[in-house]
């Protein structure tokens, strides 16, 4: 009987919740699983394994499926990092003017190290914001879902869609009572209703929407050929995957 491996385990918070949770690096399966659905482009099939690495390598302890997106983005940068050491290797066009008017155009590469990143979760802007609608109807917002995303076949908030803000609206609220979707009415009735709302409520959700925290990291660059000093601000996971 071969030994059994026995694999480090580290400690994160859970951004959106400030539930703190255990993890390890990836498996050699793991890792083949997600160059696999990588290599064939499979949007389906890259969203499902993204998912279940997440989950198995939080040991099960979260439900991935209705973690907030940048809760998994934090998640999967920690245990990468942890699988790498946080190394990745990133590279930089150099765009300064110089004396005779030409660019520099110097391709300046830099290994940075992703256990720097941060993330902020606005305390004025975070799931749960009330939004007013009418003197006497409000909606409570939430923040974008993995499930969310993964429904519509997104894994970024690079387009506010429609059915993205609907699906973001937790509970509704009037003077007397609350509504959950699902429970007290339809998405037909929520999109028929959605459409009657004032521009100002509507300027308010898209406003939150955009709020959705993500993953930075400022990086000091200096260009080894004119000497320019810049600085290049990494945001969202897929500006810190090779």
């Known amino acids: ?16 919740t400030g539930e703190k949770v255990k993890y390890r690096p990836f498996l050699v399966k793991e890792h083949r699983a997600l160059m696999k659905a990588v290599e064939f482009n499979d949007e389906t099939n890259m969203i499902e394994t993204f998912k279940e690495v997440v989950k198995s390598c939080t040991f099960d302890a979260l439900n991935v499926a209705k973690l907030a997106m940048f809760d998994i983005d934090w998640l999967f940068l920690r245990i990468k990092g942890s699988s790498t050491g946080g190394k990745t290797p990133i590279q930089y066009k150099c765009n300064h003017i110089k004396e005779d008017d030409s660019r520099c155009n110097t391709i300046v590469r830099l290994v940075i190290d992703t256990n720097n990143a941060s993330i902020t979760v606005p305390d004025d802007k975070g799931a749960g914001k009330l939004i007013r609608v009418t003197d006497d109807v409000s909606i409570k917002m939430r923040w ?16 506010l869609s429609e059915d993205l803000m609907l699906d973001c609206i937790e509970t509704i609220y009037d003077a007397d009572q609350s509504y959950t979707p699902g429970k007290d009415f339809t998405r037909e009735e929520l999109i028929e209703w959605f459409g009657t709302m004032g521009e100002p409520a509507e300027a308010a959700i898209e406003a939150f929407m955009k709020s959705v925290p993500e993953i930075e990291l400022v990086v000091p660059i200096r260009c080894p050929a004119c000497g320019t000093e810049d600085t290049l601000k990494l945001r969202g996971l897929d500006d810190f995957l090779e």
């Open 1 to 16: 009987m071969l030994p059994k491996l026995i694999h480090p385990t580290f400690e994160t918070t859970v951004p959106s």
């Open 144 to 159: 974008p879902t993995f499930e969310s995303y993964t429904r519509m076949g997104k894994t970024t908030v690079t387009e």
